[in-house]
């Protein structure tokens, strides 16, 4: 699978936006770009995922790089409870079962 | 809508005792079903995978097993557990035409 490389962590102030890069120079031509959140002791939560396009969802927002060798998820206004891990994952379409690898993620902090 | 349910929520074990973790799905047919394990300050490392009924999937060669005895259910186990299997452990579902994964709440497991 090809890798992602994110920043170990960031930090912003609540009610501001909030963008989280990543970079996948390999990613190849059937991988989907992922991304899940993790707030503390919970499970992973889907965020949002593409593939080319830019996407928008009730959460988030995905801006993906013309070439595709990078990604960055935009929260548009960030609240104490965005404070969580970000994992940004490739995920190949031809893989049947659907696996993510998760790596290190960003973890986000937000102050009042 | 689609729930995945994950008991216990927390255990603690002695070290050479046995594990039995259960993971079952609601409202939906044919889940791909996954089995994570979080380590303290930790990623996921995914452990078990299933596409169907019977069909399993070992992503890490270790004491654990897995078994998918209905279409909707997912076994963890191990017949002797070691310190080195604490940790959270995850349960989650996708849709082959979908890729996202939906997460459980979790088993937090502590071998003494």
């Known amino acids: 699978d090809a890798k992602t490389t994110q920043p170990n962590s960031m930090e912003s102030n609540e009610e501001e936006p909030v963008h989280l890069p990543c970079n996948h120079s390999?990613?190849?031509?059937?991988?989907?770009i992922h991304w899940y959140r993790q707030l503390p002791s919970q499970g992973p939560e889907y965020v949002i995922h593409?593939?080319?396009s830019n996407v928008n969802n009730r959460m988030a927002s995905l801006a993906i790089a013309e070439d595709r060798k990078s990604s960055t998820l935009i929260l548009h206004r960030a609240t104490l409870r965005d404070a969580a891990v970000y994992y940004c994952?490739?995920?190949?379409?031809?893989?049947?079962?659907?696996?993510?690898?998760f790596g290190g993620g960003t973890r986000l902090m937000v102050k009042p | 809508s689609q729930t995945i349910h994950q008991w216990p929520a927390t255990l603690v074990q002695p070290v050479g005792s046995p594990l039995s973790l259960e993971c079952t799905v609601e409202?939906?047919?044919?889940?791909?079903l996954y089995w994570y394990r979080q380590a303290a300050g930790r990623g996921l490392q995914l452990l078990f995978y299933?596409?169907?009924?019977?069909?399993i999937s070992s992503e890490v060669p270790q004491n654990l097993s897995a078994s998918r005895p209905q279409d909707r259910q997912f076994i963890l186990s191990s017949k002797k557990l070691l310190l080195s299997d604490s940790g959270f452990y995850l349960c989650?579902?996708?849709?082959?035409?979908?890729?996202?994964?939906?997460f459980g709440p979790g088993t937090r497991l502590t071998v003494l």
């Open positions: 989650a579902w996708s849709l082959l035409v979908r890729g996202e994964q939906f």
């Open positions: 390999t990613i190849s031509g059937t991988d989907y």
């Open positions: 409202g939906t047919s044919n889940p791909n």
């Open positions: 299933s596409v169907g009924i019977g069909q």
């Open positions: 994952i490739l995920r190949d379409v031809s893989n049947a079962g659907n696996m993510l690898t």
């Open positions: 593409g593939l080319t």
